[in-house]
Nanobody, 124 residues
Framework: QVQLVESGGGLVQAGGSLRLSCAAS????????MGWFRQAPGKERDFVTA????????SYADSVKGRFTISRDNAKNTVYLQMNSLKSEDTAVYYC?????????????????WGQGTQVTVSS
């Protein structure tokens, strides 16, 4: 089992920045690929970004490329999402997820474990 706890969400003005963190426990973190998804009210859960076990490979949704950056610190069992130039359309609950695979998963069904989510609200 893997437990994931997100933090760092909040209210920010458009154009601002936030950094989300996701702390993992229960399994060797360095064996996990990690991802971030988001879900706005009334919408499906969408892929945002993912990173492989070593941090050497990443993937981003087109909507966040150039604005968001995923990173991980295997010594701290934590994955981060740096979000810059935030827009109102970035408003959503952001979920951290862990996958037992070695690639960079982009689909929800490829993930084995999920956090509870953290709310990000961007005011325009």
């Amino acid at each position: 089992q893997v437990q994931l706890v997100e933090s760092g969400g909040g209210l920010v003005q458009a154009g601002g920045s936030l950094r989300l963190s996701c702390a993992a426990s229960g399994r060797s973190f360095s064996t996990l690929a990690m991802g971030w998804f988001r879900q706005a009210p009334g919408k499906e859960r969408d892929f945002v970004t993912a990173i492989n076990w070593s941090g050497g490979s990443t993937s981003y949704a087109d909507s966040v490329k150039g604005r968001f950056t995923i990173s991980r610190d295997n010594a701290k069992n934590t994955v981060y999402l740096q979000m810059n130039s935030l827009k109102s359309e970035d408003t959503a609950v952001y979920y951290c997820a862990a996958s037992l695979g070695l690639k960079v998963p982009t689909r929800t069904y490829e993930y084995n474990y999920w956090g509870q989510g953290t709310q990000v609200t961007v005011s325009s």
